[in-house]
């Protein structure tokens, strides 16, 4: 029968292995951003901000405040490196008008119900 010792033992060994696999992810991570072009990075982020908000508006009933959030961030994040994301910014540029236009009419669409109800 095993001693708790080297269960213990047994149980760090794992989480040694565990601790290195997961360096190893993270250096692995690392290394493919940092071979990728930094507006590259940036605008998925974008992209990513873009999804967000189109997840909250989405919603049924729309989520207009988390909404506006991720719409401000995107925007923000997009005026900030504006003449500088090359090829994909006029993907978010047209992007951002879109969630614009999307929250106005979703924000509509809900005033509408509640004055209904």
């Known amino acids: 029968m095993p001693s ?9 060994e794992a989480e040694a292995k565990a601790n290195e696999e997961r360096m190893r992810e993270i250096d692995r991570m690392r290394e493919e951003i940092l071979s990728s072009p930094p507006e590259i990075v940036i605008a998925n982020h974008c992209f990513g901000l873009f999804e967000l908000a189109a997840i909250y508006l989405s919603e049924n009933p729309p989520r207009l405040v988390p909404a506006t959030l991720a719409i401000d961030a995107l925007a923000g994040l997009a005026e900030s490196v504006k003449g500088r994301l090359g090829e994909h910014e006029q993907t978010i540029t ?6 614009r236009l999307a929250f106005v009419q979703v924000s509509a669409l809900a005033d509408n119900q509640v004055e209904k109800n």
Request: net charge negative.
């Open 4 to 12: 708790n010792t080297d269960s213990g033992q047994h149980r760090d």
């Open 94 to 99: 047209d992007g951002l008008a879109q969630l």
